[in-house]
């Protein structure tokens, strides 16, 4: 896949649409590929994403006195967030692959393999969950979800643990 950013889309970080068609291999080794390089850089972190986390440290360490950040902490603050969460949106941006092709196929893989580091909650927890006829979007997703949770089976193990070492709330500046 090659970038096809134009200027008007929207930020890395609001792409979230998740894909609509069952996952393919390509995907899936794009997934991995993009996910395992990130586990790799949270594990290493470069020198610019461990300058940007010590950053939001020391703005986090003076905001509890009451201090406001400026307009340029908060962007630091954001970017620590993204390197400390979501290290595979810069990983995907740096290999110059398509960020909206690449957020819906992580949507549609973490959709059905979520984080197990992260507490379970209950989605359909009984009856009145479920007061409506689903919509044709909800038909599709629930039989797309279906196969893709088929289709990654064999890869589930390791998806998990890149998950857990590239969102993990732990990684969070404090």
């Known amino acids: 896949m090659s970038t096809g950013a134009t200027p008007a889309e929207l ?17 899936v080794e794009l997934y991995l590929k993009v996910m395992r390089e990130a586990a790799e ?11 940007a986390l ?4 020391k703005i986090l360490a003076g905001s509890t ?13 954001q970017h620590a967030n993204l390197v400390a969460l979501s290290m595979d949106q810069i990983v995907a941006e740096e290999m110059k692959v398509d960020a909206r092709a690449y957020r819906g196929i992580a949507e549609a893989v973490e959709s059905v393999i979520p984080n197990p580091i992260l507490p379970v909650s209950p989605k359909d927890s009984g009856p009145a969950a479920s007061e409506h006829l689903p919509t044709p979007l909800e038909e599709r ?34």
């Open 65 to 77: 006195s009451g201090r406001v950040p400026t307009a340029e902490e908060v962007k630091t603050l």
């Open 141 to 174: 997703l629930s039989a797309v979800n279906a196969a893709n949770e088929k289709f990654l089976a064999p890869y589930r193990e390791e998806i998990q643990r890149l998950i857990a070492i590239v969102r993990n709330p732990a990684n969070l500046p404090k």
């Open 11 to 27: 930020p890395l970080d609001q792409q979230i649409e998740q894909k609509l068609d069952p996952l393919t291999r390509e995907d």
């Open 41 to 51: 850089r949270v594990k290493n972190p470069v020198s610019g994403d461990k300058a």
């Open 54 to 57: 010590d950053r939001a440290k």
